[in-house]
């Protein structure tokens, strides 16, 4: 079932430069996988996970035959778990998943070895939970992030992942304003 799902985002990216997927609680993580599993055979894929760990993800990757040197791998998960996270090629570690800051420190320090092509951000409910107990919510943040990506290459295709009961998510809410396509799993 996600094999035929993950085809046909293939083709609804295509012809659009930022998507969100709504999909079970369940299935994000599957989806996300196997999109930057297929999408590292076309391009440079930039993977955010707040879900998964980056050595978790690198087994995973390296299990399905992934084109592990196109994907590089933005961990918001490991330092709330260690704060000595191992040193991985292709990594970068955050603080916490919602530390936009460090996210964009992170993708520019990436950029500068290889351009992206690809960037799967698995899942913003999974960031939306964390960023509601942060401090201070920075409006128009998601907005920044997204134009960041297209600053350092215009041609970046963004795929936001999302659980389906998030919708009304203050996070959520604010990226809906920037897709080009919105897509019910």
């Known amino acids: 079932m996600i094999k035929i799902e ?12 930022v998507m969100i997927v709504f999909a079970p609680k369940y299935n994000i993580s599957g989806i996300g996988v196997e999109l930057a ?8 894929v930039f993977y955010f996970s707040c879900i998964k760990t980056c050595k978790h993800l690198l087994g995973t990757f390296s299990q399905i035959g992934a084109k592990i040197e196109n994907i590089k791998i933005i961990d918001g ?7 000595t996270p191992p040193k991985s ?6 603080s916490a998943p919602y530390k936009f800051e460090e996210m964009f420190i992170a ?8 351009t992206l092509d690809f960037f799967v951000f698995d899942a913003l409910s999974t960031v939306a939970i964390y960023y509601g107990y942060a401090v201070s919510r920075e409006i128009g943040i ?19 992942l999302s659980s389906d009961d998030s919708k009304d998510d203050p996070l959520i809410q604010e990226v809906l304003t ?3 396509e919105v897509v019910e799993s």
């Open 6 to 17: 993950v085809d046909d985002l293939i083709k609804k990216l295509e012809n659009k430069n």
């Open 37 to 44: 599993n297929k999408l590292s055979k076309r391009g440079v």
């Open 77 to 83: 998960i490991t330092r709330t778990i260690t704060s």
């Open 89 to 94: 090629e292709g990594c970068v570690y955050l």
């Open 107 to 114: 993708i520019k320090e990436l950029s500068r070895e290889k």
């Open 142 to 160: 998601t907005v920044k992030f997204v134009n960041l990506l297209q600053l350092i290459n215009d041609k970046c295709k963004i795929i936001f």
């Open 178 to 180: 920037l897709v080009d």
